[in-house]
């Protein structure tokens, strides 16, 4: 089983910084696709950033230049670095695994392991 566990939530100013932190099971996210989802209050899941498999990596266009998204082979975990972040980025965060079609790397219903999320509050 594959069980993700999110880390590295809190509370940051705008244009602070946070990373986040997903680990799993020993060698399963160098196996699968991995992308950190968030979820604000009363909306859908909406996809954040992907490093697929492969290596490739993805971003959703708002977080590209702020956002960097790798694994540390040191801590077997995929992590989020986030920059410069924004109020209306206030979400819970999770971290998703599962192995994805190329097409629906964006796509929250193809991933079929996710953690249990860690609060990011951005503050004006």
């Known amino acids: 089983q594959v069980q993700p566990v999110e880390s590295g939530g809190g509370l940051v100013q705008t244009g602070g910084s946070l990373r986040l932190s997903c680990a799993a099971a020993?060698?399963?996210?160098?196996?699968?696709?991995m992308a950190w989802f968030r979820r604000a209050p009363g909306k859908d899941h909406e996809f954040v950033a992907a490093?697929?498999?492969?290596?490739?990596?993805y971003y959703r266009d708002s977080v590209k230049g702020r956002f960097t998204i790798y694994r540390d082979s040191s801590k077997n975990t995929i992590d989020l670095q986030m920059n410069d972040l924004k109020h209306d980025e206030t979400a819970v965060y999770f971290c998703?695994?599962?192995?994805?079609?190329?097409?629906?790397?964006?796509?929250?219903?193809?991933?079929?392991?996710w953690g249990q999320g860690t609060q990011v509050t951005v503050q004006n």
């Open positions: 998703a695994v599962g192995t994805v079609i190329l097409s629906r790397t964006r796509d929250a219903s193809r991933y079929y392991y």
């Open positions: 020993e060698g399963s996210l160098s196996r699968r696709d």
């Open positions: 490093r697929r498999r492969d290596g490739h990596l």
